[in-house]
């Protein structure tokens, strides 16, 4: 099937449940996997992130301060960020984090579940947050960080947190790299930097890791069982890597 599409730069697609959803910014539609609208929602905003989980959907307008949240194709939650959204994801449970700029602090991140009432919140002083997700166990949360504090430059790495602890139960940082993405892969967590994937269970320790072999990472899509990777290479050939949850390769 067809459908025409408005302001491409802003179209977002997730899957969700045995279908899609497509969101350009001005409006949500739910597609069934025959092409089938299920239902649509107008909601504006200017630079949305959206997240899909079980049988919620989130739309968070990053550098603003929306955020909706959608079940079975009704709004059940619209609030606001206290601060400007840097990105923001949501869980099965329809548990939600929000990453978010804080005066004196370096980032944000706040949990709330589907009622709007707030789990959990970390002020980060030494580190930005760049992605946030809460893991299958509902209880921990990963958050991708970006360091200032190395003498040699940057050093991108990952936190685990209880969502009801202070203080990070692992941190791992990957020198020389830069972490862009945290996404749930079975009980553990994946990082994506710009030089390679790590693969860790749930206690935080590293199952594996995929190099890039010097190419460059054009794109990053996650599945329930797999991550695939667009690379590039320094003369422009493209190619596509497909790794498991435990980060062993499936195909390239």
């Given at each position: 099937f067809e459908t025409p599409v408005t302001?491409?730069?802003?179209?977002?697609?997730?899957p969700s449940g045995s279908g899609f959803v497509i969101y350009d910014g001005e409006k949500m539609k739910m597609f069934s996997d025959g092409g089938k609208v299920e239902w649509e929602l107008d909601m504006v905003m200017n630079n949305p992130v959206l997240s899909s989980e079980g049988g919620y959907i989130m739309a968070a307008d990053r550098g603003g301060k929306d955020i909706y949240?959608?079940?079975?194709?009704?709004?059940?939650?619209?609030?606001?960020s206290q601060y400007n959204i840097i990105n923001a994801s949501v869980a099965a449970d329809g548990k939600f984090v929000v990453i978010s700029d804080e005066p004196y602090f370096k980032s944000l991140i706040t949990v709330k579940d589907a009622g709007d009432k707030e789990i959990f919140v970390w002020h980060s002083g030494s580190s930005y947050i760049v992605d946030a997700v809460i893991?299958?166990?509902?209880?921990?949360?990963?958050?991708?960080?970006?360091?200032?504090?190395?003498?040699?430059?940057?050093?991108?790495g990952v936190m685990l947190f209880n969502l009801y602890d202070e203080e990070p139960y692992k941190t791992q940082m990957f020198e020389g790299c830069?972490?862009?993405?945290?996404?749930?892969?079975?009980?553990?967590?994946?990082?994506?930097t710009d030089k390679k994937a790590v693969f860790l269970n749930s206690d935080g320790e590293i199952l594996n890791e995929h190099g890039y072999n010097g190419?460059?990472?054009?794109?990053i899509c996650k599945s329930a069982d797999m991550t695939v990777l667009s690379l590039e290479a320094e003369n422009g050939s493209k190619s596509i890597t497909a790794l498991d949850n435990a980060g062993?390769?499936?195909?390239s």
């Open positions: 302001s491409y730069e802003k179209i977002k697609i997730k949240l959608i079940n079975n194709g009704k709004v059940i939650l619209k609030t606001l893991g299958s166990d509902a209880n921990k949360l990963a958050a991708a960080v970006l360091s200032t504090e190395e003498q040699s430059g940057f050093s991108g830069l972490a862009s993405n945290v996404f749930r892969a079975d009980k553990g967590f994946t990082v994506v190419k460059s990472i054009n794109k062993k390769l499936k195909c």
